[in-house]
């Protein structure tokens, strides 16, 4: 089955440590995207690549950071820099704009 | 940046009601895209709208891409329960190869 994974489901994370969110796809898309939903609010993006080794900030890039080593594979890294972590963070991918997006069932990330 | 404003923010259904949300933008968009989320879950694709003035049907639901190209429209016809959750727009921006552009969503619920 072609799709899009994310993990873990659930992560918590203690307040000043870096934690990696994992995403990877099967699609053969060229093009993935981190987003971060917040109750009640629409998606943000963080970060996107539109091939592998490259990768370009989102709108709230600030506090995360991100690689692109592998098409397959695009995970998403939350430094202690982020000031407000706690967020449900959606992964997606698409064979590149103006083409529609995939996403995966996202991870919830809670700081304590 | 630009921006798409989603309406209405939520709404209440009955069973067997159809329901209509619609997305609008002061620039013009090349591809329209509409999504269904339930909670904890990713968003999933519904319809996908490449062409001005163009309908496109998947089921009970039906979407239109406007043809000013600033708006699209979203009914769902003979509402069921599992229609509940959070329907998003997302559009392309004419004119670039940029990124997606998110509504804020409109909220789904089972009147009480």
């Known amino acids: 089955d072609g799709g899009i994974t994310q993990s873990p489901k659930y992560l918590f994370r203690k307040e000043g440590q870096n934690v990696t969110l994992s995403c990877e796809q099967n699609?053969?898309?060229?093009?993935m995207y981190w987003y971060r939903q917040d109750p009640g609010q629409g998606l943000r993006l963080i970060y996107y690549s539109q091939i592998v080794n490259d990768f370009q900030k989102g709108d709230i890039a600030e506090g995360y950071s991100v690689s692109r080593e592998k098409k397959e594979s695009f995970p998403l890294t939350v430094t202690s820099a982020q000031k407000n972590p706690t967020a449900f963070y959606l992964c997606?991918?698409?064979?590149?704009?103006?083409?529609?997006?995939?996403f995966g069932p996202g991870t919830r990330l809670t700081v304590l | 940046g630009q921006q798409l404003n989603q309406s209405p923010q939520s709404m209440f259904i009955q069973e067997g009601e159809d329901v209509s949300m619609n997305c609008t933008s002061s620039s013009i968009f090349n591809t329209w895209l509409w999504y269904k989320q339930d909670p904890g879950e990713g968003p999933v694709l519904l319809i996908a709208?490449?062409?001005?003035?163009e309908l496109t049907s998947n089921g009970r639901l039906t979407a239109q891409f406007g043809i000013t190209r600033k708006d699209s429209f979203l009914n769902i016809s003979a509402s069921i329960p599992s229609d509940v959750g959070i329907y998003f727009c997302?559009?392309?921006?004419?004119?670039?190869?940029?990124?997606?552009?998110f509504g804020k969503g409109t909220k789904l619920s089972v009147k009480p």
């Open positions: 997606a991918s698409s064979r590149g704009p103006p083409n529609e997006q995939f």
């Open positions: 699609l053969n898309h060229d093009a």
């Open positions: 709208l490449y062409k001005a003035g």
């Open positions: 997302a559009g392309y921006p004419g004119g670039s190869q940029g990124n997606l552009i």
